[in-house]
């Protein structure tokens, strides 16, 4: 998929730059597709445009949710023209490849960014967050943290919390890719 002068990516191994420090982003997920990463059945979050390295996505659950309850490491997006990354979609979890792709098809590319480790946490709801900001709203894309240092510290307190459950999150195929020394 090297398109527009990005490199592809090797889905199952690690590249340098998953190695740099992730840029915490806040972003909105819909709690349906959050149950389909606790199923395995969602192993990338597709988008129509985001950062090009590794991210730790502090996640927005959205109604009836409605609070900030989980992180969610995302490794580097793997981008191409919305043909494949449809087919990558389509791949990874059978029958979502035409809704990628209707949702990326007037994009020249669009991204597949791996979801690599979730931690859930009790997060702050929506009321809790309005108190200790003075104005909140779940944001519609993504905001990056760096910009919003009060609501990054925010964020940073959910990984001092407990932990209710974790888990590494494996594509398809991922056990049968080969092993680098």
């Not at 959910?158 to 398809?172: D, G, H, N």
């Not at 195929?173 to 080969?178: F, L, V, Y």
Request: some cysteine; glycine content about 6%; hydrophobic content about 40%.
């Amino acid at each position: 998929m090297a398109r527009n002068g990005n490199v592809q990516q090797d889905l199952f191994s690690l590249t340098d730059a998953d190695q740099a420090v992730p840029e915490p982003v806040l972003m909105s997920l819909n709690p349906a597709y959050y149950e389909l990463i606790w199923s395995g059945e969602k192993h990338f979050e597709y988008r129509r445009r985001y950062l090009h390295g590794p991210t730790e996505w502090f996640a927005w659950l959205t109604k009836p949710t409605s609070r900030l309850g989980s992180v969610i490491e995302l490794g580097t997006p793997v981008i191409g023209p919305p043909a494949e990354i449809a087919e990558l979609a389509e791949r990874s979890r059978p029958g979502n490849g035409e809704s990628v792709f209707e949702y990326t098809q007037d994009l020249p590319v669009a991204y597949a960014v791996p979801i690599v480790r979730v931690r859930e946490v009790a997060g702050p709801n929506l009321r809790e967050l309005r108190a200790r900001l003075g104005r909140f709203s779940p944001p519609q894309n993504y905001v990056r943290l760096r910009h919003n240092p009060a609501l990054l510290g925010l964020c940073r307190e959910l990984l001092t919390l407990p932990v209710t459950r974790q888990m590494t999150v494996t594509p398809p195929g991922a056990s049968d890719a080969p092993v680098t020394a």
